[in-house]
């Protein structure tokens, strides 16, 4: 459970990730919403199974990445991408070292960093301006 952001155990209704939620089921609705959680699982969407408000487990997608690099990483890689850990806890849950997470990202098409064009035009900026 290290892997999931603290606000997960406050507010496990619906956790937000970039532009989508990711979709949060309790116990009951795995009776009742089971072809929902599957097609969430075949869009390649993580889902949250939560029981009694607390964060119960995340259901994985199971696809090639998962076969070949293993739970850690492929869970790594995914939390990340979709903006629900930090790259550092990313690589920390993939149990690589960061510099080594970054290249499985470059080689998985994932960003490493991801800023909008109006931040990074910002960042740069910055950079240029002279020191005091």
Excluded at 54 to 68: G, I, S
Excluded at 89 to 100: C, G, I, N, T, V
Aim: net charge negative; charged share 25%; aromatic share 6%.
């Amino acid at each position: 459970m290290a892997c999931i952001p603290k606000t997960c155990y406050q507010n496990v209704a619906q956790i937000h990730i970039w532009n989508r939620s990711m979709e949060t089921f309790s116990v009951r609705d795995l009776r009742e919403r089971t072809g929902e959680l599957v097609r969430e699982a075949e869009a390649g969407h993580l889902s949250i199974v939560a029981k009694d408000g607390r964060l119960l487990f995340v259901a994985v997608p199971m696809d090639e990445h998962l076969l070949k690099e293993g739970v850690a990483v492929a869970l790594a890689v995914r939390l990340f991408a979709e903006g629900a850990i930090s790259l550092g806890k990313a690589a920390k849950l993939a149990q690589l070292p960061l510099e080594e997470f970054i290249r499985h990202l470059g080689v998985m098409g994932v960003p490493a960093v991801d800023y909008p064009p109006e931040e990074l035009d910002k960042e740069l900026a910055a950079l240029e301006e002279p020191r005091r």
